[in-house]
């Protein structure tokens, strides 16, 4: 993918893997939105890469339905990622409602209100790119994370969808399904003893990417 002299939104920027991925954009010639919940980091990260910040709680779905006007009143978007997500570790009867909801609207319905909205936006200026994030968990679930894998199911299935109506159109998708990256998020999932010998069985049989 070109990314020199475009814009890129990249969610959950402030670390781990979004703060990766915003930092190779930079490096690359692209300009870079910068969403996440904390604004202090957010806000060192767009000084050391030349971007700009947008503190959002992608949480709350009002603040993401309002999040595409406010980037977009500095430039429009070019590509769209919308990598950031929450796990939510335990047995599903374990876990409560607002974390469900929450890890729900952050997996799964914040990124397809911001393609619901982008989307029109790129088709309208000819060219366009979303990139959504999702996981092998999308299509295998361990105990532990069940909630977890099945809002990536979910994103996986919608970022099929929406290839399939843009078939032909000037905007690309690609949906990623990472495996085992070293990130908070995995050291959680970890911690969780059944969750942990999951992960240790494939890896014994070498039936997830290497880190």
């Known amino acids: 993918m070109k990314v020199n002299r475009t814009r890129a939104l990249v969610t959950g920027a402030s670390r781990g893997l ?3 991925i915003a930092e190779d954009l930079a490096s690359r010639g692209a300009e870079v939105a ?8 957010l806000e060192e990260l767009a000084k050391e890469i030349g971007g700009k910040a947008y503190a959002t709680d ?3 779905p009002a603040a993401v339905a309002a999040l595409p006007e406010r980037v977009e009143a500095d430039g429009p978007v070019d590509i769209l990622i919308n990598n950031a997500g929450l796990d939510c570790v335990g047995f599903f009867v374990d876990i409560s409602a607002e974390k469900m909801r929450d890890l729900m609207q952050v997996n799964l319905l914040a990124p397809m209100e911001l393609c619901r909205q982008f989307m029109p936006k790129m088709l309208s200026r000819g060219r366009g790119h979303i990139v959504n994030v999702s996981s092998m968990g999308a299509v295998s679930v361990s105990p532990g994370v069940t909630t977890y894998s099945a809002s990536k199911a ?8 929406i290839r399939g109506e843009l078939q032909g159109k000037p905007v690309n998708t690609t949906l990623v399904q990472i ?3 070293k990130t908070d998020m995995v050291d959680n999932i970890r ?6 010998r999951i992960i240790e069985r494939f890896e014994k049989f070498h039936l997830l990417p290497p880190d």
């Open 18 to 20: 979004g703060r990766s």
């Open 34 to 41: 910068l969403v996440a919940r904390n604004a202090e980091q």
């Open 154 to 161: 979910g994103l996986s299935h919608f970022t099929a969808g």
């Open 191 to 196: 911690e969780f003893g059944p969750s942990r």
């Open 179 to 181: 495996g085992g990256v």
């Open 58 to 60: 992608l949480t709350d």
